[in-house]
C-alpha cells in the first residue's frame, strides 16, 4: 500500500482507512504469563465482556464488547478495532479482529455485536458495530486497537509494548491480561468495569462478574435510537449565547463541557451518513474575525430531522471532537452534542457564502509552538491558513473556478488549490518542496449532495462550490459541499518513457501495491501494461509490494511464485519480453504490510539483455555481505540476499533485496527497498505544530543499513555500480534520505530534476515524491525520468507513479 493512508471524510461512521500503523514482532511463548504494564487509559477503554451468547441457559443471543469513554469529548473509532485470543494462544494462534467505525459518546457507551449461538431469546440492543468472532464464554483476551491490522503478539509483555493497543482485558485463566486475569465468565455472568471506567491496568481489580448488561451509544439498553426530535416551540427566546460565544478566539471554545440552551441559526447542510448532524450559521455576526458564526450539532446515529433553511433554536453539551484522538494529533471540531432542537421558521436565507480566493488564504501556513499544541493561541486568521480555516468552521464558504491538484478517490474526496500560482507542476499540481512550504492553497472538496466527482490532477472544478467548513483527521479542513462545480478536463495524459537504446540498461522501481493472485485480472494487465508501454519494458524492475500466492489469506504461505508468474504471464500478453524473477521469501508476518500478505521486494529482468548471477546462501534470515576485492573484484556473499535482516531497524518492515547482474560484460548491483511507513506521523494540518514524524526514526535506522552497506561494496571497489531504488517512503529533503546519501557514497536522481518535477506521488493535494532512484558515483550520466500514470489520475492502477534510469 501507499505510505500514507488515504484520504476521506472517514468521520464517526464512515469508512476507515486503509493502512494500518506497523506492529510489534510477537515474542516467544513462555511458560509462567507476564503482565502488560501499559499506560492506563484516561479515556476509550474496554467496559464489558461476554462470550455466552447464545449458550445453553443464556437468555443474550449474541457475544457482546462494549467500550466505554471516560473523557470529556467524544472518543472518534475511525480506523480503530477490538480484536480477540485465546485465553492459552499457541504459536500459532491468531488474533481475531472487528472493525470499528463512528465514535463513542463522551461519557458514554459503544456496543460491538459478536457471533451469535443457538439458545438465547434476547436480542442486544442496536449495536454500533457487528462482527462474527466467537468468543469463550470462560477464557479470553479482548483489545481495544488503534488499528484494523490483526496483532500479533501473543504475550502480555509483547502486547504491552504494542503502541496500537488502547486497552486489553484478560479474563478467566488468560496468559495475555494487564495484571491478574479478571474474573472468568460464564454463560450467563459477563465482567464489568464500574460506572467510574477506571483503569489502574490491573483486570483483577477493574473487573468484577454480573449479569451481562449491554448498552450502546445511543444509551440504551434495548431497540433502536430514535432521532433526535424537534419540539414546535413554546419558548422562541434565545438563549444567552450565540455561535460565536460558543467558538471563541482560539481553537477550543471557552463553553467547552458545559450545556448551553437555545443557541440560533440557521441550517447550513445536512449530513445523513458518516458522522450525522448538522450545521448552523448565525446570519447576525459579531465584528470579531477570528470567532466563527458556525457550528456543528452532532446527532450521533440518529439521522437529523431539520432542513437546510430551517431557523431553529438548539440546545446541547458543548464538546470537542478529536478526529483519530487527541494524541493523533489532529485539531479539534467544536460542536453540540446531545442536541435539541426547535425549528421557527423554515426556507429562511441562508447566510451569504464567504468566497475564497487566491488572495484569501495567507501564504503561511500554520503558527509554530516548538512542537507543542495550538489549541489555546489566539486565532490570527490574516496572518496564518489553518487559523483563517478555524475561524470559518461551520461557516459556509465558496470557491470559483479551481484547479485539480489532488485526483478524486474512492471517498469522492477531490483537492483543489485556491492559489494556482503557488508551486504548479507541469502537469497541474502542487509541488511539495519542503517541510516550510506545505502549500497553504490546498483545499479538500467533499460533497454532501451524494455527486460523484471524477476528476484528475490538472482539471477544472467549473462554476460555484460552497458549503460548511468542517475538519477531517485525514486530509485537515475541508468543505462539506451542498453545491459542487462542474468537472472541466485538463486534458492530462499518462506518461511514456522514452526506450533504452541497445548500449544502455534500463532499471526501473514500481511499486504495484499489494499484487496478489487474489485480485483481478484487470489489474494485472493494466499493471503489465505499464511495464510494457509506458515503461518501455526495462531490463531490471525492482516492484513492491509483491504479496504471497494467497494474498491476505495467512495461512503460513510465504511464496510469491504464483503472483510472479501471472504478473509475467500479463507482460508477455501486453507484448512484453518473457520477465524472469528473482527475490527472497520472508518469514511469515515479520514484514509488515496488510495481514497474511507477507509483501516483499522483488526483481523483474529481461534474460535477453541481462544476466543475473545466481550465488547460493540467501535466505530470510542470513545477511548477504561483500567479499572478494582487489583484481578479482568486489561480489555478494549471496545472490539474490537481504541486508542485514536481523538488524532491529527491519521489524515488522521489508528487508532490502540485494542483486549482481552482468549487463555486456559490466557488473552491476541492485539494491531493491521498501522503507517502513509514515503511518503514525502527526498531520501538516494537525495541532501539534510543527509535526512529530514518529515513524521517521526507524527510516533513518533503515537508511544507515542501507549506506553501510553500499559502502562496503565501495570499500572493495571504489568503481562498483550500484543502484539503490525503491519506496523509501520519505522526501528528497528528509533525514533518512541525508543519511542514505551520506558520504557521498549515493546520487539521488530526483534532485536532478527541475524542482516543480519532483514528485512521484499525491497526498493531500500536495505533488511530493517518496519513491526514488539512487547510484553510485561510478554510473555517469544516468538517464532518469519519473513516469507519470497513476498518481495524478482518479483511475489507478497503484498509488505510486514508477521511475526508470538508463544507463550506458
Known amino acids: ?20 500503523l506497523p506492529l510489534g514482532i510477537a515474542g516467544s511463548l513462555i511458560a509462567l504469563p507476564l503482565t502488560a504494564q501499559a499506560a ?4 476509550a477503554v474496554v467496559s464489558e465482556v461476554y462470550g455466552g451468547g447464545g449458550n445453553s441457559g443464556a437468555s443474550l443471543t449474541n457475544d457482546f464488547i462494549e467500550l466505554g469513554n471516560a473523557g470529556g469529548a467524544p472518543f472518534d473509532l475511525s480506523g480503530w478495532s477490538v480484536q480477540y485470543l485465546s485465553g492459552s494462544p499457541t504459536a500459532g494462534s491468531k488474533w481475531q479482529v472487528t472493525p470499528l467505525d463512528g465514535a463513542i459518546p463522551a461519557g458514554g457507551n459503544y456496543l460491538v455485536q459478536e457471533a451469535k449461538g443457538t439458545a438465547g431469546d434476547t436480542a442486544l440492543p442496536t449495536p454500533d458495530a457487528t462482527g462474527t468472532i466467537a468468543m469463550s464464554a470462560t477464557s479470553g483476551t479482548v483489545a481495544l486497537v488503534h488499528s484494523t491490522t490483526a496483532l500479533t503478539c501473543l504475550t502480555a509483555a509483547d502486547c504491552a509494548a504494542d503502541g496500537t493497543v488502547q486497552d486489553l482485558v484478560g479474563f478467566g485463566t488468560a496468559v495475555v491480561r494487564e495484571g491478574g486475569p479478571a474474573t472468568g465468565t460464564s454463560n450467563t455472568t459477563s465482567v464489568a468495569r464500574a460506572a467510574s471506567l477506571a483503569d489502574t491496568d490491573d483486570n483483577a481489580a477493574d473487573f468484577t462478574g454480573g449479569t451481562p448488561s449491554p448498552r450502546n451509544a445511543a444509551g440504551g439498553g434495548s431497540g433502536d435510537p430514535s432521532p433526535t426530535p424537534t419540539p414546535s416551540p413554546t419558548d422562541t427566546t ?27 441559526g440557521v441550517v447550513t447542510g445536512v449530513r445523513s451518513t458518516g458522522s450525522k448532524g448538522y450545521w448552523i450559521q448565525d446570519p447576525e455576526p459579531d465584528q470579531n474575525p477570528a470567532t466563527s458564526e458556525g457550528l456543528f450539532v452532532f446527532t450521533g446515529s440518529a439521522t437529523p430531522l431539520v432542513k437546510v433553511g430551517d431557523s431553529v433554536l438548539v440546545s446541547g453539551k458543548v464538546s470537542e471532537y478529536y478526529p483519530g484522538g487527541q494524541s493523533g494529533g489532529s485539531q479539534s471540531v467544536t460542536e453540540l ?5 426547535a425549528v421557527l421558521s423554515t426556507g429562511d436565507k441562508l447566510p451569504a457564502a464567504e468566497a475564497v480566493d487566491a488572495q484569501t488564504l495567507p501564504d503561511a501556513y500554520a503558527p509554530q509552538a516548538d512542537g507543542g499544541r495550538i489549541d489555546s493561541l489566539e486565532l490570527k486568521p490574516g496572518t496564518y491558513a489553518l487559523d483563517w480555516l478555524e475561524s470559518r468552521e461551520g461557516m459556509r464558504v465558496q470557491i470559483g473556478d479551481s484547479r485539480v491538484v489532488g485526483a478524486s478517490n474512492t471517498y469522492n474526496e477531490t483537492w483543489i488549490t485556491t492559489k494556482p500560482e503557488q508551486n504548479p507542476t507541469p502537469r497541474g499540481g502542487t ?4 517541510y516550510d512550504s506545505p502549500n497553504s492553497g490546498r483545499l479538500l472538496i467533499t460533497p454532501l449532495t451524494g455527486d460523484q466527482v471524477h476528476a484528475n490532477v490538472g482539471d477544472t472544478l467549473t462554476g460555484t462550490t460552497a458549503g460548511p467548513v468542517d475538519y477531517s483527521g485525514y486530509g485537515g479542513y475541508n468543505v462539506q459541499a451542498t453545491q459542487v462545480g462542474t468537472v472541466t478536463s485538463g486534458g492530462l495524459t499518462p506518461d511514456v518513457a522514452k526506450k533504452a537504446k541497445s548500449n544502455e540498461l534500463s532499471v526501473a522501481t514500481y511499486n504495484v501495491e499489494n499484487l496478489d ?11 503489465a501494461e505499464g511495464v ?39 507482460i508477455k500478453a501486453a507484448g512484453g519480453p518473457a520477465y524472469d524473477w528473482r527475490s527472497v521469501d520472508p518469514v511469515d508476518d515479520q514484514d509488515g504490510g496488510e495481514p497474511g500478505g507477507n509483501i516483499r521486494n522483488v526483481f523483474l529482468f529481461n534474460p535477453k539483455r541481462v544476466t543475473f548471477v545466481d550465488r547460493p546462501g540467501g535466505d530470510s534470515t542470513t545477511a548477504v555481505e561483500a567479499v572478494g576485492g582487489g583484481k578479482k573484484g568486489v561480489r555478494l556473499s549471496a545472490s539474490p540476499g537481504r541486508i542485514n535482516p536481523a538488524s ?23 539494491v531493491g527497498n521498501h522503507f517502513n511507513s509514515k503511518g503514525g506521523d502527526q498531520p501538516v494540518h494537525g495541532a501539534v505544530q510543527p509535526p512529530v514524524l514518529g515513524s521517521e526514526t526507524q527510516r533513518v535506522t533503515q537508511a544507515t543499513e542501507v549506506n553501510t552497506f553500499v559502502r562496503s561494496l565501495l570499500a572493495k571497489d571504489r568503481k562498483a555500480k550500484i543502484v539503490v531504488l525503491g519506496d523509501l517512503n520519505d522526501y528528497q529533503f528528509s533525514k533518512p534520505l541525508a543519511t542514505l546519501t551520506a558520504g557521498g557514497v549515493l546520487k539521488d536522481l530526483i534532485n536532478t530534476l527541475p524542482v516543480n518535477e519532483r514528485y512521484s506521488y499525491v497526498y493531500d493535494g500536495n505533488s511530493q515524491t517518496l519513491d526514488h532512484i539512487l547510484v553510485s558515483p561510478a554510473i555517469k550520466k544516468p538517464d532518469y525520468e519519473v513516469v507519470h500514470i497513476n498518481a495524478e489520475f482518479s483511475d489507478q492502477s497503484s498509488d505510486h507513479d514508477p521511475q526508470v534510469v538508463r544507463i550506458k
Open 1 to 20: 500500500m501507499s505510505a500514507h493512508i488515504p484520504l476521506s471524510l472517514r468521520g464517526r461512521g464512515a469508512k476507515a482507512g486503509l493502512i494500518a
Open 40 to 43: 492506563p487509559s484516561p479515556d
Open 517 to 527: 493472485p487474489m485480485d483481478p485480472q484487470s489489474k494485472f494487465d493494466r499493471l
Open 431 to 434: 509541488i511539495y518542496k519542503g
Open 337 to 341: 452534542t446531545g442536541p435539541t432542537a
Open 238 to 264: 434565545p438563549g444567552p449565547l450565540r455561535i460565536h460565544d460558543i467558538q471563541g478566539s482560539t481553537r477550543t471554545s471557552p463553553q467547552n463541557g458545559k450545556t448551553v440552551t437555545h443557541v440560533p
Open 532 to 570: 510494457v508501454k509506458n515503461l518501455a519494458s526495462p531490463d531490471i524492475v525492482s516492484l513492491e509490494e509483491i504479496q504471497d500466492d494467497n494474498g491476505p489469506k495467512d495461512d503460513g504461505t510465504v511464496t510469491a511464485d504464483k503472483t510472479m508468474d501471472q504478473f509475467i504471464e500479463a
Open 648 to 670: 532491529g531497524a527491519w521489524k515488522s518492515s521489508r528487508k532490502p533485496l540485494v542483486g549482481e547482474f552482468v549487463f555486456r560484460g559490466e557488473q552491476i548491483f541492485v
